[in-house]
């Protein structure tokens, strides 16, 4: 039976194989060329439909987790962070706390990685399988308030509580008041005992208090996160002010 290639190519648009579909001439050549076996042939025609569709669920993924830029565990540079050892890094990357279920709170002043090292982990996290939700904190706190009367704030709160791992950076970098504070309980309440959470703030919990306001809360709060965590400090000066651009030359 004489079968066209658009016809194979049809039935495997109709089968969803439309990245395969798309290699098939390329696929077809190179077997000829390197003179593949069927199995050898089926094999690379399956495998680039696989590693496509990994490709497309890694960029849905990311785009769920909302990260403020694209920062990696690969990027981060120890030579400027010496108050972390590579082994601790690489036990952090081996995710074993998110499976724990810990939380891993990162302090330091600004400018010192942060930020980069929550980003790298939920990367990382998203390498592996886990759905990660990254949120401001005063973002997190105008959801909070609007989730009863906006769709896009109901949204997003339902995306965080549905993640495996939510990042909450620059904690406490605002004071808030006693209504956004009960708000911040009731969701790290929610959380707690089933979605690790990463924070990061420039103040230690010793601070958050002040910040907070009302003792009581501030000691829930406290105790839910840091119950089962894990605190990391950095320290050093700003990598951005020590690397900033000038407009001026040498």
Known sequence: MSVSLNQVKQDMASLSLSAASLRLDDLLTEAQVRELTYQ??????LRHEVSSREARQLEKQLKWAAFPEYKTLEQFDLAEQRSLSKRQLNQLK????LEQAYNL????????GKTHLAVGLGVEAIRQGYKVRFTQMD??????????????????LNRLTRSDLVIIDDLMF???????????????NKLYGQTPVIITSNKGPEDWGEILGDPAITTAILDRLIHKSEVISLTGDSYRLKHRKTIFGN
């Open 94 to 97: 081996e995710l074993h706390w």
């Open 139 to 156: 973002e997190l706190i105008h959801v909070l308030k609007t989730q009863e009367i906006t769709r896009s704030a109901r949204t997003k």
């Open 40 to 45: 050898e042939f089926l094999y690379q025609l």
């Open 174 to 188: 605002m004071a808030i008041d006693r209504r956004e504070a009960n708000l911040f309980f009731q969701l790290t």
């Open 105 to 112: 709170i990162l302090l330091g002043p600004p400018g010192v």
